[in-house]
């Protein structure tokens, strides 16, 4: 099993341009989430899936869309980006209920300039 | 709104010391409270608490619930350089979303 993985792992974007980060697992977990982090914040959840074609907003989503067409993928989309979006983004997957045994992702560093 | 906090944020300690980490929760229909260890990566599991008053231990790292006044501490002792780090507090309520603390950035000079 690769585990969850993350693409890419660094990035740099200029305001307005807008980029997918990329989230696979292949554990056929049907909770995944993204998180991001920003110093002094822990991670603060953007959105989250239970499963395939569902998805819904978490504490920060605005700025963010996401889509679950499969269960391995979680893709998160920045549709205009904007310098306060400059953080370290975790995705993260684990069974419904299996709070335990949520695995994270390596994490993508963007930097919007 | 949900909501899990942690004290302090730093902490700067000498090798062998013990640190008590703290963790307060108000989260509707309580379900667990995760701890996890963040060094400069991903977070990494440490325990999950469901039951107030039951010591999760494991080597020199336990952690204890207490349900009725909403909080949780994590103990570390005999600590080492290895255990510097971010430690951090998650709440699960009635959905299956994680709330997490600020965390605790912990120092331990040798």
């Known amino acids: 099993n690769a585990g969850v993985t993350q693409t890419p792992k660094f990035q740099v974007l200029k305001t307005g341009q807008s980029m997918t980060l990329q989230c696979a697992q292949d554990m056929n977990h049907e909770y995944m989430s993204w998180y991001r982090q920003d110093p002094g914040m822990g991670l603060r959840l953007i959105h989250y899936?239970?499963?395939?074609?569902?998805?819904d907003q978490g504490e920060v989503p605005n700025g963010y869309n996401v889509s679950r067409s499969t269960t391995e993928d979680f893709p998160l989309r920045l549709l205009s980006a904007a310098p306060s979006q400059t953080s370290v983004y975790f995705c993260?997957?684990?069974?419904?209920?299996?709070?335990?045994?949520?695995?994270f992702g390596p994490g993508t560093r963007l930097t919007v300039l | 709104e949900d909501k899990v906090v942690q004290s302090p944020l730093s902490l700067v300690v000498h090798e062998g010391d013990t640190v008590t980490l703290n963790c307060s929760y108000e989260?509707?229909?309580?379900?667990?409270l995760l701890w996890y260890k963040q060094e400069k990566k991903a977070p990494t599991f440490l325990f999950m608490l469901?039951?107030?008053?039951i010591e999760k231990k494991s080597g020199r790292l336990s952690s204890i619930l207490d349900k009725k006044e909403l909080f949780s501490i994590l103990n570390i002792t005999a600590t080492q350089t290895g255990d510097s780090a971010v430690y951090l507090c998650?709440?699960?309520?009635?959905?299956?979303?994680?709330?997490f603390g600020k965390g605790t950035k912990l120092t331990v000079n040798p």
């Open positions: 469901t039951s107030s008053g």
């Open positions: 989260v509707t229909n309580f379900r667990s």
């Open positions: 993260a997957s684990r069974l419904e209920g299996g709070t335990d045994t949520q695995y």
């Open positions: 899936s239970v499963g395939a074609g569902i998805t």
């Open positions: 998650a709440s699960q309520g009635g959905s299956e979303k994680l709330v």
